[in-house]
């Protein structure tokens, strides 16, 4: 097993592409349907440093996922945890806000197995 990450998508079809994916790769997939979802979810966690990645889009119902990765970068205990956008949003300004709230990685919609791939190959490095 090479680790727990957390899928947060309102798109189905997203995040179950996502889940096949990487647990083909080894991984142990947890999946939120809203930014707010993916919140609690990390927050409720006893040890949220076991949590190796998450996979957040941007454009979400109840908290965007830029607001997500704010809040996860400014608490101590969440922000060394990887995050890669995952967005239909593809205009340089969106992709530069991505970064500015701390993603690690940034692909757009529609997507490859490959880039997925890529991507967490390289946060992990």
Do not use: H, W
Not at 55 to 81: F, H, W, Y
């Amino acid at each position: 097993m090479k680790g727990n990450v957390l899928v947060v998508d309102d798109d189905e079809t997203i995040r179950n592409l996502v889940q096949a994916v990487l647990e083909a790769e080894g991984f142990n997939i947890n999946t939120a349907t809203n930014g707010k979802e993916g919140v609690d979810y990390v927050e409720g966690l006893d040890k949220p440093e076991d949590l190796k990645l998450i996979v957040l889009d941007v454009c979400m119902p109840e908290m965007n996922g830029l607001d997500v990765a704010t809040r996860l970068k400014l608490n101590a205990s969440t922000q060394s945890i990887p995050i890669i956008m995952l967005t239909g949003e593809d205009k340089a300004e969106d992709i530069m806000a991505g970064y500015s709230v701390g993603a690690d990685y940034y692909i757009t919609k529609p997507f490859t197995r490959q880039q997925l791939l890529f991507g967490v190959q390289t946060v992990f490095e």
